[in-house]
Structures are given as C-alpha cells and as structure tokens.
C-alpha cells in the first residue's frame, strides 16, 4: 500500500500564490504517475495536474495552464503543486493522487489512480 499526505492548502485573496506538497510513504517504489485533482462542493472531481515518473510528461487542465506547476522529487517521495495567480473558482479540496499500472499516457481522470490523499482545502476569496 502507499499512503498520500497532503499540506499547505489555506485562504488566500484572489491573485495570490500557495504551493500544495505531497509526501509518499509505503511501497513508493511501485508508484509511476502522480497528479493533482480538485473537487469543489457539487462538482465531480477533476485532474488538474499529472505528471508521469519521469517528471517529462505532464498534463495541465485549460483552466489551471499557465498559473499551476507541478513537479515531483522521486528520491524523497514527493509531489509539489505551485498555485500562482489564484482565482476564487480554484477554491476547492486539492488531493495528491498515485499510479502503479506505469501507462504510457499519464491517466487524466479519477479512475486511472490507485492511491489517494485525504485532501487539502484551498479557499481563495474574490
């Protein structure tokens, strides 16, 4: 089992920045792509993010291009999100999600990861 934990979500005013960290544990050895997912009260859950072992291939959300950057330190087993330029309909809980199948093309929704974080709130105000 790998087990996922989320920090750095809080409030912040709109155009502000925040910066998510996900930290690995367990068997991390069988982990490949890693990503970034958002839900907002109502809504289904959405990749913003996904990044494959490599850290070469990546997958950003239209709505996230340009202001979110993912990246990823395999030696210690963790994932980052830096959030720039943050809009108040980012506001939502943003979780850390793993891949162990190793696919070619980075998995874009909920049903290509195997392993999840509890989630962090991020609320930012207009």
């Known amino acids: 089992q790998v087990q996922l934990v989320e920090s750095g979500g809080g409030l912040v005013q709109a155009g502000g920045s925040l910066r998510l960290s996900c930290a690995a544990s367990?068997?991390?050895?069988?982990?490949?792509?890693m990503a970034w997912f958002r839900q907002a009260p109502g809504k289904e859950r959405e990749c913003v993010t996904a990044?494959?072992?490599?850290?070469?291939?990546?997958y950003y959300a239209d709505s996230v291009k340009g202001r979110f950057t993912i990246s990823r330190d395999n030696a210690k087993n963790t994932l980052h999100l830096q959030m720039n330029s943050l809009k108040p309909e980012d506001t939502a809980v943003y979780y850390c999600?793993?891949?162990?199948?190793?696919?070619?093309?980075?998995?874009?929704?909920?049903?290509?990861?195997?392993?999840w974080g509890q989630g962090t709130q991020v609320t930012v105000s207009s």
């Open positions: 999600a793993a891949d162990r199948s190793g696919r070619v093309v980075v998995p874009t929704t909920r049903w290509g990861y195997d392993y």
């Open positions: 367990g068997r991390t050895f069988s982990i490949r792509a």
């Open positions: 990044v494959a072992w490599s850290g070469e291939n990546t």
